[in-house]
C-alpha cells in the first residue's frame, strides 16, 4: 500500500514554500496543481519570444524577510531583485512623486513630505505607525524560535479610513502614500490599518522586480524538490475525500484521473471558495458556512503587455497611475482606476535584450459580466470590442505620461479578469478574500482536523506575504520543536 503522503494542494507561492518546508520536517510531500506545470502567477508566458510576467512583478523585502524565507528554503543562490523606482502619478491632482530606486523607508517618506509640506507632520505620524506594525509583527525574525505569541494591536480594529481621518491627511497625501493598497486590493474603508501596514512597510522600505521573474523561483523550487523526494502531479484535480473518520480526519483523496492517495495531512493554498467545495458537508458548521457567505472578493486587474521599439529610451521602473485620489473608489470599482506600468529591460528566449512593459489595470471581478467560455469569448465581438477598447484606455495614460513612447509601443497580449477566472478560479481576483476589519479570515486549522488553509487569502497576499502566511501556518501545524529542527538545519 502507498505510503500516506502530505498532501500541499496549489503550486504557487504558498504552496511551493510549504511543500519544501513540510520536505525539510521529514515528511513524504506530494505537491498537487490543476494547471499543466507548477507556479500559479509566478509563471512567466512568452508572446513572439519575449517573456511577460503573469502577476510576480516586484515585491518588497529582497534584503530583509525574503531573503531569510529563501535561505532557510536553500534557494536563495538562485534569486535576487533588483531595486526599482516608483512614479506615482495623480491625476487629478495633477502631481507627480518620484521615489528613487533604493530610496529606502526615510527616502520615501522625505519625497512625500517634499510634495505635502503642510502634511508633514501627519505622514510622519503614518510612517510611524506602519513602521511600528511591521517591527512588531508576528514572526518578524523567522530564526526567533522562542514560543509564538498571539499579539493584539490597537490597529486591528482601526480602519486605514479611520486613522488617516484621524490624522488628517488630505486625499492626495493618502492616495501616494498609501498607494500600495492596490498591492493588497481592500479598500482603505474596509482594511485594519495593521494589514495595510504589514503590505506597505518592505514596498516603500526596498522595492525591487525579480531578476527572472517569478520563473527563477520556480527553478530553485524544482530543484530543491528533486532533492527532498517531492512527488509534483500536474494537470491532476482535486475531487473530493473520504468521509471523516471517528477523529474528525479524512485520508483519502480522490483525483480526476481515477486515482486515488492516502493522506495523513492536507495544506490548502487555494481560494477558500475552492476548499470549502471539497470538504465534507456534514462537517460545515452553519457558524462556518455563514463565514463563507461573508467573504468578499479583492480588486482584479486588467493587463496589458507591450514590446518598445528598439534605441527608444525606456523609463525602466515602476509608473503608479491614479485617476482619482480616492482608493476606496478605485478598489471597490465604483469610481476611477489605478494602473501600474512596469518598464523593463529583460532577455528574450535568444538572450537579446528587449524593452518590455506589463500593464495592470484595476478592475473588478467578473468584468465585464459575460459568462461565455473561454473558447467562445475569443470570437464574442462584443468582449474583443471591450478588451480593444480598455487596452486603448491604458495606452492612452501611458502616452500621456510619456509621450515620446508614442508609435513605438506594441502590445504583445492583453488580458481581462474573465482571464484571471479561467486561470485561477473561482473568482479571479488578484488578491484572493478581501480583508474586512472585524471580519476573521481563515486560516490554520479547518472542520477537518487534518486539513490547514494557507495562502494569500489566509493572511497576508502577494508572493512575499504568501510565503509568509506559509511559514506560520507550518509552524501552528508541526509545533515549535520541529520548527525549531528546520530553521537550525538551514
Request: hydrophobic share 35%; glycine share 10%; charged share 20%.
Amino acid at each position: 500500500m502507498t505510503e500516506p503522503q502530505t498532501l500541499v494542494v496549489g503550486s504557487g507561492a504558498g504552496g511551493l514554500t510549504l511543500a519544501l518546508l513540510l520536505a525539510k520536517a521529514g515528511r513524504s510531500v506530494t505537491l498537487v496543481e490543476i494547471q499543466p506545470t507548477i507556479g500559479g502567477y509566478l509563471r512567466r508566458f512568452v508572446r513572439n519570444g519575449v517573456f511577460f510576467d503573469s502577476g510576480y512583478h516586484f515585491s518588497g523585502g529582497f534584503e530583509n524577510i525574503l531573503r531569510q524565507m529563501h535561505r532557510i528554503l536553500g534557494i536563495d543562490d538562485l534569486i535576487s531583485g533588483m531595486p526599482i523606482s516608483n512614479r506615482i502619478i495623480l491625476k487629478a491632482s495633477q502631481q507627480c512623486i518620484d521615489l528613487p530606486a533604493g530610496c529606502g523607508y526615510a527616502g520615501a517618506l522625505d519625497e512625500f513630505s517634499h510634495h505635502f509640506p503642510a502634511e508633514k507632520a501627519a505622514l510622519s505620524q503614518l510612517f510611524d505607525t506602519v513602521r511600528s506594525i511591521w517591527t512588531n509583527r508576528q514572526m518578524g525574525n523567522l530564526y526567533d524560535c522562542s514560543p509564538m505569541q498571539l499579539i493584539i494591536s490597537q490597529y486591528d480594529s482601526t480602519t486605514v479610513r479611520e486613522f488617516c481621518d484621524r490624522i488628517g491627511l488630505s486625499p492626495a497625501a493618502e492616495t501616494s502614500a498609501g498607494s500600495f493598497a492596490v498591492c493588497h486590493g481592500s479598500p482603505p474603508a474596509d482594511v485594519p490599518m495593521s494589514f495595510h501596514a504589514r503590505v506597505g512597510f518592505s514596498l516603500y522600505d526596498s522595492l525591487a522586480r525579480p531578476v527572472g521573474g517569478g520563473d527563477s523561483i520556480i527553478h530553485a523550487f524544482k530543484r530543491e524538490a528533486a532533492k527532498f523526494g517531492i512527488t509534483i502531479r500536474t494537470g491532476s484535480k482535486l475531487l473530493r475525500f473520504s468521509e471523516p473518520d471517528s477523529d474528525g480526519e479524512c485520508h483519502l483523496a480522490f483525483f480526476s484521473d481515477g486515482s486515488s492517495l492516502p493522506v495523513d495531512e492536507v495544506f490548502f493554498t487555494i481560494h477558500p471558495k475552492s476548499v470549502q467545495e471539497l470538504l465534507p458537508e456534514n462537517i460545515q458548521s452553519p457558524q462556518f458556512r455563514r463565514r463563507m457567505l461573508r467573504l468578499r472578493e479583492t480588486t482584479s486587474f486588467f493587463c496589458v503587455y507591450y514590446t518598445v521599439d528598439d534605441g527608444i529610451e525606456l523609463p525602466e521602473g515602476l509608473l503608479s497611475f491614479f485617476s482619482e485620489n480616492d482608493l476606496d473608489s478605485i478598489l471597490r470599482g465604483t469610481g476611477g482606476y489605478s494602473t501600474g506600468y512596469l518598464a523593463l529591460r529583460s532577455p528574450d528566449v535568444h538572450g537579446r535584450m528587449r524593452s518590455i512593459i506589463t500593464a495592470f489595470r484595476t478592475m473588478p471581478v467578473m468584468t465585464p459580466p459575460i459568462t461565455l467560455p473561454h473558447h467562445a469569448r475569443i470570437s464574442d465581438p462584443d468582449y474583443q470590442g471591450f478588451k480593444a477598447r480598455i487596452s486603448e484606455e491604458i495606452t492612452w495614460d501611458l502616452l500621456e505620461v510619456y509621450p515620446h513612447l508614442k508609435g513605438h509601443l506594441h502590445i504583445e497580449a492583453c488580458g481581462s479578469p474573465l482571464t484571471c477566472l479561467d486561470y485561477d478560479p473561482p473568482t479571479g481576483s488578484a488578491y484572493g478574500v478581501r480583508c474586512v476589519c472585524g471580519q476573521s479570515r481563515l486560516c490554520g486549522a479547518l472542520p477537518v482536523k487534518n486539513f490547514y488553509l494557507a495562502g494569500q487569502s489566509a493572511s497576508i497576499p502577494g508572493v512575499m506575504g504568501t510565503m509568509m502566511t506559509s511559514f506560520i501556518v507550518f509552524r501552528m501545524a508541526v509545533g515549535d520543536e520541529i520548527y525549531r529542527r528546520v530553521i537550525e538545519g538551514s
